[in-house]
């Protein structure tokens, strides 16, 4: 019960996260694939460089073992088509589904219920999906494994280079910055 | 877009703060964010309430603190826009501009499109649940190749279908 509670807070923090960046918005989605707006890019390589650097602290000291487990390229590659065209279909994200629902968009509901059938069918076709596997696995999953290197070694340059993209997003945009309407608080 | 006078906050900051939410969410739980573990969740448990012969050898692996977690984002996104005083919309403009203000057209749309993004992500993942940010954050590579795909898809469709109606 404590960590199902634990867990609804959690995903109350995430929920108001997600509100004030508004990248709930389908608009903010389609605008960054349309290189309008980088809002999306730059709150995904955040998140990326901190969660790495937060995994980096946790795995230096023994508390976080990062698994490495093989996969199946045909599999994952078919998969992020599909995924690719649900995202495109609906200006939505996984995470983003059940915020829209939160601000009341309607059609968020629809797509919710989309995903849950996804996720059943998935169920009823995982013993023939063996079938389709015409490319090999992949035995290493990791990049720090392929370099054979600990992962709190390698984790944290990624991170900084990651900071560093935003870095230049960030610069890229004031010099092209248009008056906005949104009033940002200025932290 | 609905929100011409809502106070938004700065990326980076959301960022960082969607990053540092991973280290409560190890220590307590012994995992790392991940939405689409919830949907799976509830998939896997309409599957056995509604007696769907399945392969019986998978395991089902019902875990309620994910749909917890779903439920909270739902519930932190509508306190947060009461609070800030979003102006209510029951769809995005945008969805309104692409489906030609039709809702049977938004219906079909949202269904088929979610129905792809769930079984993507379960495939995506490998059978286990694609975790998003973490599993770019772990440095997986399959999860780098997703991410690839996506923005390629999203990228090249999103100007040949919609560019237009933007």
């Known amino acids: 019960m404590v960590i199902v509670l634990f867990s609804l807070l959690i995903g109350i923090a995430i929920g108001i996260l997600l509100e004030k960046s508004n990248i709930l918005d389908p608009e903010i989605v389609f605008n960054q694939f349309l290189w309008k707006d980088f809002t999306l890019l730059k709150v995904v390589l955040l998140a990326v460089a901190t969660s790495m650097l937060v995994f980096s602290a946790l795995n230096y000291s023994d508390t976080m073992f990062i698994e490495s487990f093989s996969f199946g390229f045909s599999q994952v590659i078919l998969g992020s088509i599909l995924l690719g065209f649900g995202i495109v279909i609906t200006g939505a994200l996984p995470i983003t589904i059940m915020a829209q629902i939160g601000i009341g968009y309607v059609d968020a509901i629809f797509i919710f219920f989309g995903v849950i059938l996804g996720g059943i069918f998935y169920r009823l076709i995982e013993p023939i999906l063996g079938y389709i596997e015409f490319l090999p696995k992949s035995n290493i999953a990791t990049l720090n494994k392929a370099l054979d290197l600990e992962y709190w070694m390698v984790a944290p340059i990624f991170s900084i280079l990651l900071m560093f993209i935003v870095f230049c997003i960030r610069l890229i945009e004031k010099r092209t910055e248009k008056p906005k309407e949104e009033e940002e608080i200025d932290w | 877009m609905d929100s011409s006078k809502h106070i938004l906050w700065p990326a980076r900051i959301v960022g960082v703060f969607l990053g540092l939410l991973q280290y409560p969410i190890y220590i307590v739980l012994e ?66 501009e692409t489906a030609e203000d039709s809702l049977l057209k938004r219906i079909f749309l949202g269904s088929i499109g979610g129905f792809l993004m769930g079984l993507g992500l379960r495939m995506a993942g490998d059978g286990t649940n694609f975790e998003e940010l973490s599993s770019i954050a772990k440095l997986q590579f399959h999860s780098m190749l997703t991410i690839g795909i996506i923005f390629a898809i999203g990228i090249f469709f999103t100007r040949r279908w919609y560019s237009s109606r933007i």
């Open chain 2, 31 to 96: 995992k790392t964010l991940n939405s689409s573990g919830g949907y799976t969740v509830i998939s896997n448990w309409l599957l056995q309430e509604l007696n769907i012969p399945f392969d019986q050898d998978i395991s089902l692996g019902i875990t309620w603190w994910s749909v917890a977690m779903l439920a909270g984002i739902s519930l932190g996104a509508f306190f947060s826009s009461r609070m800030s005083k979003r102006k209510f919309r029951i769809y995005s403009g945008f969805w309104k």
